[in-house]
């Protein structure tokens, strides 16, 4: 392969290439159906033109015809009146229109299939239009269509969803650890509130026990009780006696603190 070749062709593909990239749908479309229109136009005026020509050799044949016609009368009335050189010269002029009847009858024939064909391929044009007319509307729609879900998906895609779907889990964990902190405080609020009743609840029992000790004290401390002791000397407070004195006066004091 020559060179001259290699660069036609590189050329010519990057030529269509960017051809094909230019091209819009929406815009060739509509360009297709000027275009068809245009052909159709001229298509039209091609018929038309064909017609007039066909009417025009039509009267012309029957012209033709006619003169024909009459020259064979003429040289029939000129045999009738014994002038024989006159008919001759008539039936002459019969032939030269009955030959160019015959040509004309030709063409006209030809003619009117001309017609014909140029008829038909304008009505076929028409349909083909037509058809162009109402595909072209759905392919419009279809690449409308097709251009909005590729917008779509653009816009989807330069959204990060997996990331946002992410920031959401994240969300969803940091206010499941709110709601265990915040359950977990009112638990320990709770707690606190327990241990301050129990401790209040232990500190009666030990109020009453000890008043339940003095009772008993003083009940042991009667004058019958006293009576019953034998007499004795006044007695002295022992350094034992003392001691235990301030350990009982101590348990008070810690009572009262409680």
């Known amino acids: 392969m020559g060179l001259f070749d290699r660069v036609s062709r590189v050329v010519r593909s990057n030529l269509n290439a960017a051809v094909s990239a230019a091209e819009d749908p929406e815009k060739i479309l509509e360009q297709a159906i000027i275009d068809m229109q245009e052909d159709l136009v001229q298509l039209r005026q091609a018929v038309a033109g064909a017609i007039a020509s066909q009417k025009r050799m039509q009267q012309q044949y029957n012209q033709a015809q006619s003169e024909a016609n009459n020259w064979q009368q003429r040289a029939q009335l000129a045999l009738q009146k014994g002038d024989e050189n006159l008919a001759r010269e008539a039936l002459s002029r019969k032939k030269v229109q009955t ?62 969803t997996s990331s946002a779907m992410g920031a959401f889990e994240r969300m969803e964990e940091k ?78 004091t810690q009572l009262d603190q409680l």
């Open 175 to 252: 206010v499941l650890q709110m709601e265990a902190r915040s359950q977990a405080a009112s638990e320990l609020a709770g707690a606190d509130l327990e241990s301050q009743f129990a401790a209040l609840e232990s500190g009666s029992d030990v109020d009453d026990e000890l008043a339940a000790m003095k009772a008993q004290l003083l009940g042991s401390a009667t004058p019958a009780n006293q009576a019953q002791l034998p007499p004795s000397e006044p007695t002295t407070q022992t350094p034992q006696d003392k001691a235990v004195d301030d350990e009982l006066e101590a348990l008070k």
């Open 99 to 160: 030959e160019t009847a015959g040509a004309l009858k030709t063409q006209l024939d030809q003619q009117s299939a001309t017609v014909d064909t140029l008829k038909r391929n304008l009505i076929a044009l028409e349909g083909k239009i037509s058809e162009a007319k109402t595909k072209k509307d759905m392919l419009k729609a279809r690449a409308s269509a097709a251009k909005a879900n590729e917008q779509l998906q653009g816009t989807m895609s330069s959204l990060n």
